[in-house]
């Protein structure tokens, strides 16, 4: 190794005295056989959920735990600007409610005798990240860069009005050959820097490599020196992913397809580092049809993007599961029509069928799916479900509900229909069983006839049909009443 870049990483990173090797012996690979999957849900902790992340936690969980494998929790909180508090137990929460399974992660206990592949915040992992940093400069794969942002700018305008790639990279790379004595210099008087890779990579050149959804992808080459660790020694997505992805032995990276533009910097850094790189699978974009037209499901515009809008909405998780199964992979309805008796996990989940470009998302098709889930259920079960929305949504009016919870049965019965072979499809979700029921609880509810007077034959019609129902009528017992309300007033011929 050259002895001035072992004294650059020095003068970096004096604390730092373990080596990558240390690592290695710290988290060696898992004991698994070779065809499990590990992947993991890297969210950062932001408290919004989009719908989009449910889709591809659910691929990631499929995906690890039809191989028998595992699927974890790592938290990106290296943006403290856009943490908010409580963010993670929520993700945690929503995960679980949805049935999606963790078997590790943040905040979730190892196991004993588990190796802990923690910590899972990458605000508790600076340490690792300075490890592996320091030997990229010992290497000289990385150095630092003192470039103001004035001077960043600078760069910037001058690339554009020659009409040039933007970035830090060649001759613009001021930092990348500063004088070893010189940058000693400005490290000992604290001056601001970034730590940068030292990109071999070349302008103009095509990088391939083939993605588990998105098939053979073809990019351009990866040439910039991208910053590696932050002014406050906080790494960039970038160097944590490679670090934390190798270190938790992350077989399959699924993530969103805004990333998809990043493998080459990141098959750059995991060359660099020595690590064999993960496949990587990413996962389109959901959309949504509007106005005949296909665009993106929006945080701003489309409360649906939201996970808590279907636990607002009291959207029952199977139904939202099995939906989402529906457009992760194409022949899961067929599959699922051919084995009524299966269970979800049952299906045979592969990545390769996930569509690769925006994936339609119908919350008609979503009603539909719900209708036929809350079909299946008996009247106790769909009740027990609306009983533990309300305490959580609406705590305040569960008494007026399930004061009496035998009626409370009977009328969702009523509402099924009383053919036991073919159940009535209405229930879509609580909120609207909540808005479907509310007739029959409203206290205060008294019929006035009143503005009806000239309406004489209908109300006494009416008043005749309300004394002779009642609720525990079969459908032969309701009919022949009917009948004979109809005859009494000369609708039926004797
Ligand atoms: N923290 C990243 C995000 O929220 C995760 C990307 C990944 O899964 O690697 O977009």
């Known amino acids: 190794m050259n002895s001035d870049y072992i004294k650059l990483a020095q003068a970096l990173f004096p604390e730092v005295t373990l080596s990558p090797?240390?690592?290695?012996?710290?988290?060696?690979?898992?004991?698994?056989?070779?065809?499990?999957?590990?992947?993991?849900?890297g969210p950062s902790p932001t408290g919004f959920i989009h719908l989009g992340n449910l889709y591809s936690a659910l691929a990631n969980e499929r995906l690890a735990h039809s191989t028998g494998g595992v699927f974890f929790l790592r938290?990106?909180?290296?943006?403290?600007?856009?943490?908010?508090?409580?963010?993670?137990?929520?993700?945690?929460?929503?995960?679980?409610?949805?049935?999606?399974?963790?078997?590790?992660?943040?905040?979730?206990?190892?196991?004993?005798?588990?190796?802990?592949?923690?910590?899972y915040f990458q605000?508790?992992?600076?340490?690792?990240?300075?490890?592996?940093?320091?030997?990229?400069?010992?290497?000289?794969?990385?150095?630092?860069?003192?470039?103001s942002e004035e001077k960043l700018e600078e760069i910037r305008a001058k690339q554009t009005e020659q009409k040039l790639n933007t970035g830090y990279y060649g001759a613009f790379a001021a930092c990348r050959e500063m004088d070893l004595d010189k940058v000693l210099e400005k490290i000992a008087s604290s001056q601001p820097r970034v730590l940068r890779l030292r990109s071999k990579g070349q302008s103009g050149l095509t990088f391939f490599f083939s993605d588990q959804i998105m098939g053979q992808v073809e990019l351009p080459e990866n040439f910039k020196d991208i910053v590696l660790l932050k002014s406050d020694g906080i790494p960039t997505y970038h160097f944590a992913h490679a670090v934390d992805d190798h270190l938790?032995?992350?077989?399959?990276?699924?993530?969103?397809?805004?990333?998809?533009?990043?493998?080459?910097?990141?098959r750059e850094l995991f060359n660099f580092l020595n690590f064999n790189p993960p496949k990587y699978a990413h996962t389109a974009q959901l959309m949504k049809l509007d106005g005949g037209s296909k665009r993106k499901l929006s945080k701003r515009e489309d409360p649906e993007s939201s996970l808590d809008y279907y636990r607002q909405e009291g959207y029952h998780p199977k139904a939202t599961r099995v939906y989402l199964m529906t457009i992760l992979n194409?022949?899961?309805?067929?599959?699922?029509n051919e084995n009524p008796s299966l269970n979800l996990e049952d299906f045979p989940f592969e990545l390769s069928k996930m569509g690769n470009s925006g994936i339609l998302f119908d919350i008609q098709k979503l009603n539909d799916v719900s209708r036929n889930v809350f079909g299946?259920?008996?009247?106790?079960?769909?009740?027990?479900?609306?009983?533990?929305?309300l305490d959580e949504f609406y705590s305040q009016q569960t008494k007026t509900y399930f004061e009496d919870e035998q009626r409370l049965i009977q009328i969702i019965r009523l509402n099924q229909g009383l053919m036991e072979n073919r159940k009535r499809k209405d229930i879509v979700c609580a909120s609207q069983l909540k808005e479907l029921l509310s007739f029959y609880f409203d206290q205060s509810f008294i019929p006035v006839f009143e503005p009806l007077k000239n309406f004489k034959r209908a109300v006494d019609i009416l008043k005749d049909y309300l004394q002779s129902m009642g609720q525990t009528n079969d459908s032969v017992s309701w009919f022949d009443n009917l009948k004979s309300i109809g005859q009494r007033y000369n609708?039926?011929?004797k």
């Open 21 to 41: 090797e240390d690592l290695e012996r710290r988290y060696p690979p898992r004991n698994l056989p070779p065809t499990s999957e590990v992947t993991r849900l």
């Open 330 to 336: 194409s022949n899961f309805e067929d599959w699922r």
């Open 248 to 266: 938790m032995r992350t077989t399959t990276v699924v993530r969103g397809v805004e990333w998809l533009s990043s493998v080459p910097v990141h």
């Open 376 to 389: 299946d259920f008996t009247a106790e079960q769909i009740a027990n479900f609306f009983r533990d929305w």
């Open 123 to 147: 605000s508790q992992r600076k340490d690792i990240y300075h490890v592996l940093a320091k030997n990229l400069v010992e290497r000289g794969l990385a150095y630092p860069c003192f470039c």
């Open 491 to 493: 609708y039926f011929p």
């Open 75 to 119: 938290v990106e909180d290296t943006d403290l600007k856009r943490q908010t508090p409580g963010a993670v137990e929520a993700i945690i929460n929503s995960l679980r409610y949805f049935k999606i399974n963790l078997d590790q992660g943040a905040l979730i206990a190892p196991k004993p005798g588990q190796i802990d592949y923690g910590p």
